[in-house]
């Protein structure tokens, strides 16, 4: 023991002894000469050059530097986006831990070039590829009458078979191309163009549906090519030092008017202006549409076939109103759809609709809303409230001018427990008692998708039902209102309907960070019977749709949104109001839809 403590004494001894020479100044001959001082160019040209040290190549796909940089052995950096990064294992041996992943020309995911996260042109314009295939199939049974000329032989009855298999596929291709400081600051300008590519296939169980034409059979394959965005984006000003801007937009473009798509959910061309103030708590959109004629069979817009109808919509949002975690909204929408005569591409009569004095009518509607989305302490709320003036000037129903009435209210409360969202939910939209008087109190949308009450997953709100042997819809695809129009993308909005109550229960559940689904139970009624009496000459309808119970799932493989697979099924169990309208014969969709993205 005592030898150990001599041995760590004498090593620290001589180890201060060497430190303190390494503190000491270097001791200097007196002899020997002092050194001439040397010019600075001539110690330039004596020193040696370094050698050069190869640059690291960028982690990503960072393709060809818009600046050539010279080879020489200290320069400024002028490409901060392609500094190089080595090759460097966290921890060898184990599989996946690499900080620095070497990106590649197809690799949507990594840093990539084709993806926005290089510049193209100098250091602040970027380019943006998306490439999509969006695959839709989907079994239905719909009612659907025999028609004139039944597929069956020795077939009378009313109603034929309504079994229906729809395949759609769309390809979207869009290119943005924009400049800024990608996500640092809000873009300088933006343009971007979205073509969408359609090839869709519908085989049905009778004739006269697929085309007006019974001579053309039981199915139907047709192919469509329209622009779903094509528009130029200007930042216009900052407004404060936190970016608060102010930008215009022009060209096709999508655009919501609400939180829940209730009343405008589009792509149409217009101009739009739009920004926010106070750090983005507030934000506000001031925009005019021109709407495009839709295709028929694909849904997506015709190439610049412009329809007689405009949109104008004022809107502002505010976050943390009244409550944190609750953002209100207002909103105002004139629908100015002029009187015009259309067939849609199957051949049947879209504009007007082919019920009462079907003649050219001019529609103006505006709709105030107040809505919210959010939460309040714990419980997640979102509600709308629509009201709606204005003047239909020869509603098709009526058989006259009427003025414009009608309400809508929606209402969802959810409460989260860990994984599972339990949410009930509640929509009404008012009917028309007195089809005949000069007030219409039934309320319609302009263009709907909403995401309520299962949305897509449920019955009623996916399919559009016929109202047979009348050339109307009892509701129409991707809306939850009873319109009784031609078709929500062709048709015109109609006021004089019978209104519905919508009662949902419903549970959304996150199985795995992969794996999402929902299960709703709806309950439907119609407000009132009045204007289903009229146009099919019953005396007695019956307000009970029936029940929707309905169920999806949604799964992410990779754990982002470029593989998505969504699958659902819903029933529609008729009550005894669609009991008199059609059968007792259950309804049902069942889908799979697969997205691959770029």
């Not at 829940?260 to 149409?268: H, L, M, P, T």
């Not at 001031?286 to 849904?299: I, Q």
Request: proline share 7%; with cysteine; aromatic share 12%.
């Amino acid at each position: 023991m005592t030898v150990a403590i001599l041995l760590i004494a004498m090593s620290l001894v001589f180890s201060s002894s060497a430190f303190a020479q390494g503190l000491r100044r270097p001791e200097v001959d007196e002899n020997e000469p002092e050194a001439s001082p040397t010019p600075r160019a001539e110690r330039a040209v004596s020193q040696p050059t370094p050698a050069l040290i190869p640059l690291e190549p960028p982690a990503g796909f960072a393709g060809r530097a818009p600046r050539e940089i010279p080879a020489e052995p200290a320069v400024p950096i002028q490409d901060r986006w392609r500094i190089g990064s080595p090759d460097y294992q966290r921890y060898p041996g184990q599989a996946g831990e690499y900080p620095y992943t070497r990106g590649h020309w197809w690799d949507p995911y990594n840093q990539n070039l084709l993806k926005g996260d290089y510049p193209v042109v100098g250091q602040h314009t970027f380019m943006s590829l998306s490439l999509i295939s969006d695959t839709l199939i989907e079994g239905r049974r719909v009612p659907v009458p025999s028609n004139v000329s039944s597929s069956s032989p020795g077939s009378y009855t009313f109603f034929g078979r309504g079994d229906q298999l729809f395949i759609d596929q769309n390809f979207p291709v869009s290119i943005e191309v924009f400049h800024g400081d990608a996500g640092f600051k809000p873009r300088d300008w933006e343009l971007r163009v979205t073509p969408v590519f359609n090839v869709n296939y519908l085989d049905a169980a009778e004739n006269g549906l697929v085309n007006i034409d019974v001579r053309d059979g039981t199915t139907r394959t047709d192919t469509h090519v329209g622009f779903q965005e094509l528009f130029g984006d200007l930042h216009l000003a900052d407004v404060s030092p936190d970016y608060d801007f102010v930008s215009l937009r022009a060209g096709i473009q999508g655009f919501t008017s609400d939180f829940r798509g209730f009343i405008f959910s589009d792509s149409e061309p217009g101009v739009r202006l739009f920004g926010n103030l106070e750090s983005n708590r507030d934000q506000w959109n001031l925009a005019y549409f021109y709407n495009l004629e839709k295709d028929t069979n694909s849904g997506l817009n015709t190439i610049f076939n412009r329809r007689d109808q405009q949109i104008v919509v004022a809107n502002a949002f505010r976050q943390d109103c009244f409550w944190d975690g609750y953002t209100s909204e207002l909103s105002a929408l004139w629908d100015h759809d002029e009187a015009s005569f259309h067939l849609d591409t199957n051949g049947f009569l879209a504009r007007p609709a082919p019920i009462g004095i079907f003649q050219p009518h001019e529609i103006n509607a505006v709709y105030l809303g107040w809505l919210g989305d959010g939460h309040i302490g714990w419980l997640n709320v979102t509600h709308a409230f629509y009201q709606v003036v204005g003047r239909d000037d020869r509603n098709p129903l009526a058989g006259r001018g009427v003025d414009l009435n009608a309400q809508m209210a929606a209402l969802e409360l959810s409460v989260d427990r860990d994984w599972l969202r339990f949410k009930g939910s509640f929509l009404w939209a008012s009917g028309d008692g007195d089809p005949r008087d000069g007030t219409a109190r039934g309320f319609d949308a302009v263009m709907t998708n909403p995401t309520f009450a299962g949305g897509g997953f449920s019955f009623w709100d996916r399919q559009s039902i016929p109202l047979t042997g009348t050339g109307v819809q009892l509701v129409n695809r991707l809306s939850p209102f009873p319109s009784l129009r031609t078709s929500e993308i062709e048709g015109q909005a109609n006021f004089v309907n019978p209104g519905v109550f919508l009662y949902n229960l419903g549970v959304e559940a996150r199985l795995t960070p992969k794996l999402r689904a929902e299960m709703n139970l709806n309950y439907l009624q119609f407000e009132h019977t009045q204007p289903l009496q009229l146009i099919l000459f019953q005396s007695t309808i019956g307000h009970q749709i029936g029940w929707d119970p309905n169920v999806g799932i949604q799964y992410r493989p990779l754990l982002t949104d470029n593989v998505i697979f969504t699958a659902g099924a819903a029933a529609l169990l008729p009550g005894n109001g669609l009991n008199q309208i059609y059968t007792a014969q259950a309804l049902y969709s069942v889908f799979g839809a697969l997205t691959l993205t770029y």
